[in-house]
């Protein structure tokens, strides 16, 4: 650290929650995860005919309430499981598309709620509902948007900017997203197969997850204790293409070495990877040629849990985190559902069973449409 520079302060994650197709809270998600099937299925929310996949991760029962949209009902049902925030935390949304089923109903001439499209809808009605004071920030940066809302957030309370913030992503499965990624020949025919050589495309899904931060300093005082402590965060684009990765993978090797740097740590420190791990063939072979690089062919284990709850897209990353802080926890590393016959180079690094872990630092990335990457770096907390 150069003279005079001021440090960083410590980032706790003291509380997260997920709900996606595979369940309806963080443990119920983890367990479906560990189970390694697959909560993919086929579609009954509108008429498949016309494209090219039947099948997708949807929550089961997912209603709208009367004319507001899916992700409303999404994020009624995390912030239920929310065990309280500070007043003052600010708030900051992650979604690619928000509301955008409403504009599907206006189409079809049913009532719909135009206060839920807009993307900055989510936060608002989140720091509305709560009470929070903080303020409200909004990020979309395709699937890459809640990672970088992790990112956002912990730079802001390492800095000293604020005490506590609290991100929350969401996503819901609409026929505008089906039928664009199917007119993108994007599509798996079946469950995706992250990984696996015979993979065709993704799954999408839809869901959403709550991640509060706090500054080490303000969870003391609050008496919170960390699930988990975010040590490094990087975001990097690679501006190769606007809907394909870059092949050699150079943005996503810079948000992850940048994030490395940042905690502080070694490459050999890494005990795990949650990877992007869409099941399209260009991610999936990017990630692999990143993360050799990244490691100089010492690669540890990597997991994608998309075979499981299909592709969040907005809501991936948070999800992902908070899936992260039980693999730490429960020193596991997750089977990657639909995985069977290795891609080269996922050959003895990703597998179809749970597997232990001996370490306490997870690198989780996401990668998105415009080149754009980003990398979080958790440690698992010692004894507070």
């Given amino acids: 650290m150069e003279s005079g520079a001021v440090p960083l302060r410590e980032v706790w994650i003291t509380d997260a929650c997920a709900i996606t197709a595979a369940g309806d809270s963080l443990e119920a998600t983890w367990q479906k995860v560990i189970s390694g099937t697959t909560a993919i299925g086929e579609i009954d929310r509108f008429p498949t ?17 009367g004319p507001g949209s899916l992700v409303s009902t999404i994020l009624d049902r995390l912030l239920g499981q929310l065990n309280g925030a500070p007043t003052d ?18 189409r079809r001439g049913l009532a719909f709620d135009p206060g839920d499209i807009l993307p900055s809808s989510i936060g608002e009605k989140v720091a509305a509902k709560l009470g929070l004071r903080g303020g409200v920030m909004t ?3 395709a699937c890459a948007s809640s990672t970088i809302a992790v990112a956002q957030g912990a730079a802001m309370i390492s800095s000293g900017s604020v005490e506590s913030v609290l ?13 664009g990624f199917s007119a993108l020949q994007a599509l798996s025919g079946v469950a995706c197969k992250p990984f696996d050589k015979d993979r065709s495309g993704l799954s999408p899904g839809e ?57 502080g740590i070694e490459k ?8 992007h791990g869409t099941g399209t063939i260009q991610n999936d072979l990017m990630e692999l040629t990143a993360f050799h690089t990244l490691f100089d062919g010492d690669c ?4 994608s849990v998309k075979g499981c709850i299909g592709h969040t897209f907005g809501a991936a990353g948070g ?39 001996a370490g306490d630092y997870l690198l989780t990335t996401n990668s998105g449409f415009g080149g754009i990457n980003a990398a979080i770096i958790l440690k698992r907390p010692g004894s507070y």
């Fill in 268 to 275: 050999g420190d890494i005990a795990g990877i949650s990877a």
């Fill in 207 to 263: 869901g959403g997850a709550f991640l509060l931060l706090m500054s080490s300093t303000r969870a003391r005082q609050k008496g919170h204790m960390p699930l988990c402590i975010v040590k490094g965060f990087g975001i990097a684009d690679d501006a190769f293409h606007v809907t394909a990765p870059d092949p050699k993978g150079l943005g996503l090797l810079r948000a992850a070495s940048n994030a490395i740097a940042l905690a």
């Fill in 89 to 106: 935390a600010l708030v900051i949304a992650a979604t690619t598309k928000a509301g955008i089923d409403n504009l599907e109903k206006m």
């Fill in 49 to 65: 005919q016309a494209y090219r996949s039947t099948v997708a991760a949807t929550i089961r029962g997912l209603e709208a309430v």
């Fill in 139 to 141: 990020i979309g940066a």
């Fill in 300 to 303: 540890p284990p990597l997991y």
């Fill in 319 to 357: 999800i992902e985190v908070a899936l992260g802080t039980k693999t730490l926890l429960e020193q596991t590393i997750p089977p990657t559902v639909g995985f069977v016959n290795p891609e080269r180079g996922a050959e003895g690094l990703v597998g179809s069973k749970p597997v232990s872990m």
């Fill in 167 to 179: 991100i929350c992503c969401a996503d819901a499965m609409t026929e505008f997203l089906f039928s």
